[in-house]
T-cell receptor, first 111, second 119 residues
Framework: AQRVTQPEKLLSVFKGAPVELKCNYSYSGSPELFWYVQYSRQRLQLLLRHISRESIKGFTADLNKGETSFHLKKPFAQEEDSAMYYCALSGRRTGANNLFFGTGTRLTVIP | EAGVTQFPSHSVIEKGQTVTLRCDPISGHDNLYWYRRVMGKEIKFLLHFVKESKQDESGMPNNRFLAERTGGTYSTLKVQPAELEDSGVYFC?????????????????FGAGSRLTVL
């Protein structure tokens, strides 16, 4: 069965420090992985997806199939990065339009 | 363009009552999705409409939940009768073309969510 695990419910880092939000997944096949973010009083929005191989707002995430991980990283955290972050997965087995989300990690960047 | 609109933003009802949530997708988006986040748990897929047809309703928890999308525009999600465990935030999302997987740039745009509290 498919599963997305975000082991940290809460993560606090100081401004300027590196940040890594962990995401591990379980899926039989080739999944597509995403990171979604929800800032305070804003809507859930796509941050990045692994197939794009892009950096958004300084964040990057590399799909590691060997470790079944898709950790989100940023070298220098900013206060505006404080938000709720969700890792999500979809794939042919889940149904092309069915996203499986993790439980989320609340990131707090301390000034 | 207007985003995905959900109403109400918050609803408080008693166990056994009925609640209807509404979602207005982005104009022209054929695909409409309902998701739910129960407190402390992950956001879970409920169902997916393509226009007025239910493409996938595998995530609907039980027959107390009824989703409709008459005319292929807005959608409603009715919970009748509501139970305590139905409390949570119900998200709606839409996309122009079939969802994220294997479809290139088409991504889901989410609404702000409707928070349901069942007492």
């Amino acid at each position: 069965a498919q599963r997305v695990t975000q082991p940290e419910k809460l993560l606090s880092v100081f401004k300027g420090a590196p940040v890594e939000l962990k995401c591990n997944y379980s899926y039989s096949g080739s999944p597509e992985l995403f990171w979604y973010v929800q800032y305070s009083r804003q809507r859930l929005q796509l941050l990045l997806r692994h197939i794009s191989r892009e950096s958004i707002k300084g964040f990057t995430a590399d799909l590691n199939k060997g470790e079944t991980s898709f950790h989100l990283k940023k070298p220098f955290a900013q206060e505006e990065d404080s938000a709720m972050y969700y890792c999500a997965l979809s794939g042919r087995r889940t149904g092309a339009n069915n996203l499986f989300f993790g439980t989320g990690t609340r990131l707090t960047v301390i000034p | 363009e207007a985003g995905v609109t959900q109403f109400p933003s918050h609803s408080v009802i008693e166990k056994g009552q009925t609640v209807t949530l509404r979602c207005d997708p982005i104009s022209g988006h054929d695909n409409l999705y309902w998701y739910r986040r129960v407190m402390g748990k992950e956001i879970k897929f409920l169902l997916h409409f393509v226009k007025e047809s239910k493409q996938d309703e595998s995530g609907m928890p039980n027959n107390r939940f009824l989703a409709e999308r008459t005319g292929g525009t807005y959608s409603t999600l009715k919970v009748q009768p509501a139970e305590l465990e139905d409390s949570g935030v119900y998200f709606c999302a839409s996309s122009q073309a079939p969802g994220q997987a294997y479809s290139g740039a088409n991504v889901l745009t989410f609404g702000a969510g409707s928070r349901l509290t069942v007492l």
